[in-house]
Structures are given as structure tokens and as C-alpha cells.
């Protein structure tokens, strides 16, 4: 049995000197506003894998008027939510991201950020990809106003997967 999910995250900047995207900290002259550390590609990937598995969504699992998540590591989240993915009886297949953002530029930071969703995922570098493309200067994140996030999740239960 196979299952697809789709996930979708935007934070909006304030103040800061980087960006935490895909477990990987990017020098800029912004941060992210958020309640956990902002992570907008690890939140679309967790909304992905939940959306999956039918079980809502990051907000339901772990809401952001509990200080427990307050400052959380993203990385923390997307491995919680990759055991509750195994509880239900699923193993990763493969991700696909994009992460939609003006600016910083992101290509120097995709092998970094595909290899933390491979180790947390617990699957092969070969079962990530992870993009990254501007908004050609149109809408909230080609005004610089913040960074959005899409991924597509594909999840296999075991005996799909041995055949
Ligand atoms: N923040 C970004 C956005 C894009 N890139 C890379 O540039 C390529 C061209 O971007 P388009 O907006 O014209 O699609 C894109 O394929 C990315 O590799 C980037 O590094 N950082
Ligand atoms: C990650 C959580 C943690 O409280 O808060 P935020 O960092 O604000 O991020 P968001 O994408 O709005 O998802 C909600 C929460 O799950």
C-alpha cells in the first residue's frame, strides 16, 4: 500500500541574522518569525508525511501556544513526526521540495539540507531532492517578504514494499 502527501509552509522575516532551512543555519539579514526555530521546509515535510498518514497536520501535533515548542529544533519535530509515520505502519519512499524564496541563494545549502532529510527520514540521499527557485521578484516571497515551502511525500507500508 502506498500513500501520497503534500505539504505547504510559509514563515514571514523579522529580525535576525540567518535563516534555519532544511536543519541547515543560512546567514542573512533577516530571521524567520515563528514560534519554533522556523524551519519552513522540515514544516512542509512534516505537514507532508501527517498528510499522509491522514493525521492533520504540524499545528495539531504540536501547537504553537505550548511553550514545549517554543525556539523547538525543527530536526526534533520531523524525527517525532517520522515516529508516529513508523507507528502507523509507513516507511519513506521518496520527498520532493521546493523551497520558494527570493532570497538567499539557496543552491549552495540543497545537498546539505537533502542530506539532514535523508538521516531523519531514514532513507538514501537517492529518495531526496530538494529545490529551490524564486518567484521572478512577484508575490510575498519575490517582495522579500517571507519564504514559502511545498513538498510531496510518497510512503510505503512493508509488504508493498517487499513486493
Ligand atoms: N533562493 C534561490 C532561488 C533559486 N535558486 C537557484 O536558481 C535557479 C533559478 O531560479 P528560478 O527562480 O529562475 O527558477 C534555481 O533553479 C535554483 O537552482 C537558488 O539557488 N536560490
Ligand atoms: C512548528 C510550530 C511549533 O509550535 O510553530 P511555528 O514555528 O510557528 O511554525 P508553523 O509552521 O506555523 O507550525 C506550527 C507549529 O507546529
Known amino acids: 500500500m502506498m500513500r501520497i502527501g503534500h505539504g505547504f509552509d510559509v514563515h514571514r522575516f523579522g529580525e535576525g541574522d540567518h535563516l534555519m ?4 543555519a543560512i546567514p542573512f539579514d533577516h530571521g524567520f518569525v ?3 526555530d522556523g524551519d519552513v521546509l522540515l514544516h512542509a515535510v512534516c505537514d507532508a508525511l501527517l498528510g499522509a498518514c491522514a493525521l492533520g497536520d504540524i499545528g ?3 501547537p504553537d501556544t505550548d511553550p514545549a515548542w517554543a525556539g523547538a529544533d525543527s530536526r526534533d519535530l520531523l524525527r517525532r513526526v517520522v515516529a508516529v509515520v513508523t507507528e502507523a505502519g509507513y516507511r519513506v519512499g521518496n520527498l520532493d521540495a521546493t523551497v520558494m524564496a527570493q532570497a ?3 543552491a549552495p545549502h540543497v545537498a546539505a539540507m537533502a542530506g539532514h532529510l535523508a538521516a531523519d527520514l531514514g532513507v538514501s540521499s537517492g529518495a531526496v531532492n530538494v529545490k529551490a527557485t524564486t518567484t521572478e521578484r512577484l508575490g510575498f516571497t519575490g517582495r522579500g517578504e517571507g519564504i514559502a515551502a511545498e513538498a510531496v511525500v510518497l510512503l510505503v507500508a512493508p509488504e508493498a514494499a517487499h513486493g
Not at 21 to 24: A, T
Open 104 to 106: 538567499p541563494k539557496l
Open 34 to 36: 515563528a514560534h519554533s
Open 60 to 62: 495539531r501535533h504540536f
Open 21 to 24: 532551512i532544511g536543519g541547515v
